[in-house]
């Protein structure tokens, strides 16, 4: 096991690379740069600034730099948030988008498991067709029409929830956000299931353990052993979407995660901060995949073998 996930965690080098050098040279070549923002300045003082940072040097030196502090672990300073760090603001955004995306997974499998299973177990029923109906409505719906439809019904309308902001974490503040993240990874959890758990039922072992007279909820618990494989070979890229997908949640609830700090290094160029988000997120869509393939090797050993 070890030895598969050595393997597989080395052959996600080449990607990291390719995605930290796509995301250097594609922020330089977009216009402006991250001291147009600032109120005029003489030309001799701006070419100090410029100088201070290292970005008077050429493309290529600035990449070998960049790439250099990048494998020591420094991120580098902000040009946004002059007074901080990237690793700071990480420190600071990172638990808050892992408390939501954390929350938001956890939702998404109950729901979807369960709601998948529902279906699965009454196939062609009013339950199914019930459950497929919503399924489509969840993915048919963005994340920035459920927010604010969620705000003004529960946060305007009834008053039960904050519209927004942290408060430290309060339960209160993160359900409206969770639902929002969670709603469209429902769906594609619950039609994955209910197509893989209504396979499994009808797979000889199932019709066995049926037939000796195993009760309806050990016939089920044997079934979604082998209906779960599919869900768990997405659990990476659908950690790795509601990661990314929190930008948007973020930005309307008015989190403080690194969802807005990439929202605003890229409104201000911040070639750091941009940098090092994607860096964040590339490595944690890795593991996020590491993960999910260690577990669906442990339910399906076949794949560790490569078959």
């Known amino acids: 096991m070890i030895g598969y996930g050595l393997r597989r965690l080395l052959q996600a080098v080449p990607t990291l690379f390719l995605v930290v050098t796509l995301s250097f040279f594609l922020m330089r070549l977009a216009p402006g740069g991250p001291f147009d923002l600032e109120r005029p ?20 030196v600035q990449y070998l730099r960049d ?4 494998a020591q672990g420094d991120l580098g300073p902000s040009f946004s948030f002059r007074d901080l760090g990237v690793a700071d603001l990480f420190a600071r955004g990172l638990p808050v988008s ?35 109906l919503l399924a489509a409505a969840s993915l048919s719906l963005p994340s920035f029409v459920v927010a604010p439809l969620l705000q003004i019904v529960f946060g305007l309308g009834l008053r039960w929830l ?18 929002t993240l969670a709603l469209p990874q429902v769906g594609v959890i619950a039609r994955l299931t209910r197509t893989s758990l209504a396979e499994s039922l009808s797979a000889p072992h199932v019709r066995t353990a049926r037939a000796m007279g195993l009760g ?11 209906a779960l494989l599919p869900v768990v070979a997405i659990l990476g890229p659908l950690a790795a979407a509601l990661l990314t997908g929190s ?43 590491l993960a999910a393939d260690l577990v669906s090797a442990i339910l399906d050993p076949r794949l560790r073998l490569g078959r």
């Open 216 to 226: 309806p909820v050990r016939v089920l618990a044997q079934a979604l052993r082998g």
């Open 41 to 60: 300045l003489p030309p001799a003082a701006m070419e100090n600034l410029r100088r201070v940072y290292g970005l008077d040097q050429p493309l290529p």
């Open 162 to 179: 904050p519209l927004g902001g942290w408060e430290g974490g309060a339960p209160a503040h993160l359900v409206l956000p969770v639902i």
């Open 98 to 132: 892992m408390t939501l995306g954390s929350l938001a997974l956890l939702l998404a499998l109950g729901a979807g498991i369960g709601l998948g299973s529902l279906a699965a177990l009454s196939r062609g029923g009013t339950a199914d067709r019930l459950v497929g």
């Open 247 to 289: 930008v948007v949640v973020e930005t309307i609830f008015g989190l403080p995660g690194i969802g807005r700090y990439f929202v605003d290094g890229a409104l201000n160029r911040d070639y750091t901060l941009v940098m090092g988000t994607v860096v964040l997120v590339a490595v944690l869509v890795i593991l996020f995949n």
């Open 67 to 70: 790439l250099a502090a990048l």
